[in-house]
């Protein structure tokens, strides 16, 4: 099983949709979460760190639950800039800053 | 934008050649890591340092070796490249924070 699992779409969304993702991990030690973009033939970015309480930034919501292992993201009023790879990000337990990369889902929003 | 770079972006070359593949950052990070990844397909770490003389394999094999003589300076080296080396490869650090930036990587091609 792999430590870091998505659904990996295509997603295809009319623009100005509302489009959520979800992502399961396996460790339940691990300490911190992060959603990056990746563009087609770029390398990843940042997106947004997730936090316990759950964060938004403007049209992006993340959302971490503990119990069940999983993460979450949700963007509204998709635009067609949006249309990218999304990278699910777990940070393992230690410290150490070893970053585990999901495979990625694609989303790719239409006119 | 992130201060971290690498060269080639792009290398063709025959198989049993040695190449380096260089990746540089200017943010004074101590963390450095090495990603493969293949066209649609998740990371893979290969590499990764703590720190100057501290270098580690990641959780996929290669063949690739590397080195951390000086902070700045984490280059990938293939003694004899391979038609299976060919990916894309992406250097990235992490400094204070989580957050990893990543290189723009180097595509390789090993004919």
């Known amino acids: 099983r792999k430590e870091v699992e998505q659904d990996p779409g295509p997603f295809n969304v009319p623009e100005g949709a509302t489009v959520a993702f979800n992502c399961t991990y396996s460790?339940?030690?691990?300490?911190?979460f992060f959603w990056y973009r990746q563009d087609c033939r770029k390398e990843p970015k940042l997106l947004m760190s997730?936090?316990?309480s759950g964060n938004e930034d403007g049209r992006f919501t993340a959302q971490l639950n503990r119990a069940s292992q999983y993460i979450s993201l949700l963007i509204r009023d998709s635009k067609l800039s949006d249309s990218a790879t999304y990278l699910c990000v777990v940070n393992t337990a230690g410290g150490y800053n070893k970053l585990i990369f999901g495979a990625g889902t694609r989303l790719a929003v239409h006119p | 934008e992130a201060d971290i770079y690498q060269t080639p972006r792009y290398l063709v070359i025959g198989t049993g050649k040695k190449i380096t593949l260089e990746c540089s950052q200017t943010m004074g990070h101590d963390k450095m890591y090495w990603y493969q990844q293949d066209p649609g397909m998740e990371l893979h770490l290969i590499h990764y340092s703590y720190g100057v003389n501290s270098t580690e394999k990641g959780d996929l094999s290669s063949e690739s070796t590397v080195s951390r003589i000086r902070t700045e300076h984490f280059p990938l080296t293939l003694e004899s490249a391979r038609p299976s080396h060919t990916s894309q490869y992406l250097c990235a650090s992490i400094g204070l924070g989580e957050t990893q930036y990543f290189g723009p990587g180097t595509r390789l091609l090993v004919l």
């Open positions: 997730v936090y316990s």
């Open positions: 460790n339940s030690a691990s300490q911190s």
